[in-house]
């Protein structure tokens, strides 16, 4: 059951006109996610989480890529931390995601409500992109970079976990339902989807371009099926 709610939440794909600027693509370095969790939950680390939250939140241009990945990553380890719970407000948001074109009133409520849902999941890149598309929509430019900035720092941590062209070298990520996000900012000429899910824990995403050209990206979802598992075992 819990891989089939993973998989529904993985096929919601919007088709609002992305607002990001492709970041810049670092090296990867792989993951020790044994140490991630011994950093961020660690009050003397300089990766001491709520410690990288407050620069996050100030928008300190200083923090780094590492800085980013223990963020990131970090907040598997929080005590609210649920990759499948789905935020209200980002329902709210939803069915205009399916719109080409939308009034100043509807950009007003995409507004408030994604920023709403950042509030509950500060990391939800599929919320941050509709947010910045929003902000830009309606002429509130710097506002608008700054989240820019935020989530291209977000996608260089992401994609310095890996290639993701395999399991070997397969993407992090917190939340199962923004890899269609991540593969569509990375790939702009998206034409369709095909999630699967590959044991023990990774998801796999073939994407078919204009071209009929396809490509397949994967994901490491271990921290995210054992941290599930251990909160909410009865699910």
Not at 45 to 55: D, I
Not at 118 to 139: S, V
Not at 163 to 171: N, P, V
Not at 196 to 208: A, I, S
Request: glycine fraction near 2%; aromatic fraction near 12%; proline fraction near 5%.
């Amino acid at each position: 059951m819990k891989y089939l709610i993973h998989i529904i939440m993985i096929l919601v794909v919007a088709v609002v006109a992305t607002a990001a600027r492709a970041p810049q693509r670092p090296v990867p370095e792989g993951v020790d996610i044994d140490e991630i969790r011994a950093q961020v939950t660690d009050r003397t680390s300089p990766y001491y989480y709520p410690r990288l939250m407050k620069q996050f939140e100030a928008n300190e241009t200083v923090m780094t890529t590492a800085d980013y990945r223990y963020l990131y990553l970090g907040s598997m380890f929080t005590e609210d931390y649920n990759p499948y719970r789905r935020s209200v407000y980002a329902d709210t948001v939803l069915p205009l995601t399916f719109k080409e074109k939308h009034t100043r009133a509807e950009l007003d409520v995409m507004i408030k409500y994604c920023q709403l849902a950042l509030e509950d999941t500060p990391f939800d890149l599929n919320q941050m992109n509709f947010l910045i598309y929003a902000l830009r929509e309606k002429g509130k430019v710097n506002l608008a970079n700054i989240w820019q900035y935020r989530m291209n720092r977000l996608l260089e941590a992401i994609m310095s976990t890996g290639s993701g062209a395999d399991t070997t070298s397969a993407w992090y990520v917190i939340y199962p339902r923004d890899e269609a996000t991540i593969v569509n900012l990375r790939s702009k000429k998206v034409e369709s989807l095909n999630p699967t899910f590959v044991e023990p824990y990774y998801d796999c995403l073939e994407v078919t371009d204009n071209q009929g050209k396809q490509q397949q990206y994967y994901f490491n979802i271990k921290t995210v099926l054992e941290e599930f598992n251990r909160k909410y075992p009865e699910m």
